[in-house]
C-alpha cells in the first residue's frame, strides 16, 4: 500500500512508448520544416487513425473542446440542445460557445449516458439537436436516441471524449449520429498530447470542418466562414503515430485491470462497479465505483482515506455540470429534473486505471476499500 512520502497513484497516466521510438519522427518533422497546417505527419496520421477505428473520414484538432465546438458549427446548430448534465464541463461550454442553450435532461441509472426515455418531454419548437455522450467509455443507446432524433428532424452530435476504439455488433460506436467527437487529451485512452478530432460521414462534411477549423480558409482569397484555428500540429500527429503503434496493448491491459478490480471489489457490500454491468462495451477508459449506503463509509469519506494512502481517486462526474452559475438556470437544471444524476454524482469515484498501474497496486488499492470497516 502506498504511504506517505510514497510516489503517489493518480486516476491515470498516460502510455508513454520508449522515447527513443519518438526520435526518428522528431528528426523527419525537424528535415521537412513542416510544423502545422496539414503537414506529412497530420495527413498520415488520419488516414491511419481512419483505418484504425473503422470510420470513413475524420478531421484532426488541437483539442476536444475546438473539436466540439466546430462540429455545432459545422451542422449549422442553433436554438436549443438536449444534453446531460453528467459529464465534463467542456460539453455544454461548447453549447454556450456557439451561442445555443443546453436543455438538461437526466442519466439512465445503468449506462450513466443520456436517458433516451426523457428526451421527447424536453423538445420544444427550438430544439435542434441532440448532444449525448459516452459516458466512461459505456456506449449510449443509439438506436433509441436515432429514432428519436428522426421523429422530430434533429440532428445528433455524439461527445465520444471517452470513446476511442470502442465497438458494437455493427462496428466503431463513432459511425452513429451525424458527428462523433473524440479527445486525444494526456488523459485519454489514445493521446496526441493534446489533441482531438472529428469523425465525418462523407467527404463534403470533412472539407467543411477543415475549413471551419483554419478560420474559415479555402483558398489563398477565398474565407468562406468565421472558422477557428483548430489545427494540430506536427509533433502532436507524430505522437499520435507512435501511440497507435501501441494502442491495442493498452487497450487490452486496461481490460485486464477493469477484470480484476471486478473480481476483487464484486462482493463488497456497498460498492458497485459500474463497468461490470451486464452489456457494457466499455474500453475501460475509467473505472467508476458507487459508494453506496451499504458502505462503512461516504464516498467523500472513502475518496479521502484513499488520498491519505496516495491514491487518488477522482469524483468524476462531481458536482453535475447544472451546479455550476453558469448552468443553474439552465432549463432542466434543477435537482428536481435530475435525481438520477444527482444521486450518482455523490456516490461516484473514478479508481486508478492505466496500462502501467501493476497487478500489485490494483490489489491494494482493492485490499483497502475491502478492508474498511
Request: a negative charge; hydrophobic letters at 40%; glycine letters at 8%.
Amino acid at each position: 500500500m502506498k504511504s506517505p512520502g510514497h510516489t503517489p497513484i493518480y486516476v491515470t497516466q498516460p502510455y508513454m512508448p520508449p522515447l527513443e521510438d519518438f526520435i526518428p519522427y522528431l528528426e523527419k518533422i525537424w528535415d521537412s520544416r513542416r510544423l502545422t497546417n496539414h503537414g506529412p505527419m497530420h495527413e498520415h496520421l488520419e488516414e491511419a487513425l481512419a483505418e484504425y477505428l473503422g470510420v470513413e473520414h475524420i478531421a484532426l484538432f488541437s483539442n476536444g473542446t475546438l473539436a466540439l465546438v466546430t462540429a455545432l458549427q459545422a451542422l449549422r446548430i442553433t436554438g436549443e440542445v438536449i444534453t446531460t448534465p453528467y459529464s465534463f464541463i467542456a460539453t455544454a461550454h461548447s453549447l454556450r460557445w456557439n451561442g445555443i442553450e443546453p436543455v438538461f435532461v437526466d442519466i439512465d441509472p445503468l449506462t450513466l449516458n443520456l436517458d433516451p426515455t426523457k428526451i421527447e418531454a424536453a423538445i420544444t419548437p427550438k430544439t435542434t439537436a441532440i448532444l449525448p455522450v459516452h459516458c466512461y467509455g459505456n456506449p449510449c443507446n443509439v438506436e433509441a436516441v436515432q429514432k428519436i432524433a428522426d421523429t422530430y428532424n434533429l440532428k445528433v452530435i455524439y461527445d465520444a471524449a471517452h470513446a476511442f476504439g470502442v465497438r458494437d455488433a455493427g462496428g466503431s460506436i463513432l459511425r452513429h449520429g451525424d458527428l462523433s467527437v473524440l479527445s486525444f487529451h494526456a488523459t485519454k485512452v489514445f493521446t496526441t498530447f493534446e489533441g482531438g478530432a472529428i469523425v465525418c460521414p462523407d467527404k463534403k462534411t470533412k472539407a467543411r470542418i477543415d475549413n471551419l477549423k483554419n478560420f474559415g480558409i479555402v483558398d489563398e482569397t477565398t474565407v468562406v466562414a468565421p472558422g477557428i484555428n483548430g489545427k494540430m500540429a506536427e509533433v502532436n500527429a507524430a505522437f499520435g503515430l507512435l501511440q497507435l503503434k501501441h494502442i491495442d496493448k493498452a487497450l487490452a491491459r486496461r481490460r485486464e485491470i477493469g477484470a480484476k478490480y471486478g473480481e476483487l471489489l464484486k462482493d463488497v457490500p456497498g460498492i458497485e462497479c459500474v463497468q461490470q454491468r451486464e452489456g457494457n462495451g466499455t474500453n475501460f477508459s475509467y473505472y467508476p465505483i458507487l459508494v453506496g449506503q451499504d458502505y462503512p463509509l461516504s464516498r467523500d469519506a472513502l475518496f479521502e482515506r484513499l488520498r491519505e494512502k496516495g491514491i487518488h481517486g477522482r469524483r468524476y462526474f462531481y458536482p453535475l455540470i447544472t451546479e455550476f452559475p453558469m448552468y443553474r438556470g439552465m432549463p432542466g437544471a434543477s435537482r428536481s429534473n435530475l435525481p438520477v444524476a444527482t444521486k450518482v454524482a455523490t456516490d461516484v469515484i473514478c479508481l486508478p486505471i492505466y496500462p502501467n498501474l501493476t497487478d500489485d497496486e490494483v490489489e491494494n488499492i482493492a485490499a483497502l476499500i475491502r478492508g474498511i470497516q
